[in-house]
T-cell receptor, first 108, second 113 residues
Framework: KNEVEQSPQNLTAQEGEFITINCSYS?????LHWLQQHPGGGIVSLFM???GKKKHGRLIATINIQEKHSSLHITASHPRDSAVYIC??????????FGTGTSLTVIP | EPEVTQTPSHQVTQMGQEVILRCVPI?????FYWYRQILGQKVEFLVS????????KSEIFDDQFSVERPDGSNFTLKIRSTKLEDSAMYFC???????????FGPGTRLTVL
């Protein structure tokens, strides 16, 4: 069973496009994390949120606790945004569940 | 800028051998985590550690795994008798608080032959 589902699995966009990646989860959570994994494998935390919306530069993350859904938006996408974006949730027991990731390619 | 470091970056071992993966979390962080990612698969949670004890562990973290914080800086993952299926990238992470973002290390690629 997958506690965290992401869509789409793969996404190709033209530079400048607005991008949305979706995440749905089925467990009770204390927080939801958006992570970025670069081709070299390194993982960077982009956001951690438990309610509402957060913005950092061109990235925006939202969460709807009632619907158990979160979205990651990238405005004015750029080739350097190409990476795998991972949604993960902290369960109420400090367990962590990861989505399979969305592979984003932004074409110049 | 403070960062999480991991050593070695790549470890090759024979099946049945013991390996110790090392992590130096950010110095004032209190929560520590190990994750693994088998090639081509999603990241999986192994264990979280706080106040010198395991606070949560996954089904993957069976008796062959153990974690330790032997001194004030290192956080180690030991795999007692490695199996072929233990080959993966192992990531360490730390956070200052339970509800703070986690900072990830660069990973150790473990190859079991």
């Amino acid at each position: 069973k997958n506690e965290v589902e992401q869509s789409p699995q793969n996404l190709t966009a033209q530079e400048g496009e607005f991008i949305t990646i979706n995440c749905s989860y089925s467990v009770g959570i204390s927080a939801l994390h958006w992570l970025q994994q670069h081709p070299g494998g390194g993982i960077v935390s982009l956001f951690m949120l438990s309610s509402g919306k957060k913005k950092h530069g061109r990235l925006i993350a939202t969460i709807n606790i009632q619907e158990k859904h979160s979205s990651l938006h990238i405005t004015a996408s750029h080739p350097r945004d190409s990476a795998v974006y991972i949604c993960a949730v902290s369960g109420t027991g400090n367990q962590f569940y990861f989505g399979t990731g969305t592979s984003l390619t932004v074409i110049p | 800028e403070p960062e999480v470091t991991q050593t070695p970056s790549h470890q090759v071992t024979q099946m049945g051998q013991e390996v110790i993966l090392r992590c130096v979390p950010i110095s004032n962080h209190l929560y520590f985590y190990w994750y693994r990612q088998i090639l081509g698969q999603k990241v999986e949670f192994l264990v979280s550690f706080y106040n010198n004890e395991i606070s949560e562990k996954s089904e993957i973290f069976d008796d062959q795994f153990s974690v330790e914080r032997p001194d004030g800086s290192n956080f180690t993952l030991k795999i007692r008798s490695t199996k072929l299926e233990d080959s993966a990238m192992y990531f360490c992470a730390s956070s200052g608080d339970l509800l703070n973002e986690q900072f990830f290390g660069p990973g150790t690629r473990l190859t079991v032959l």
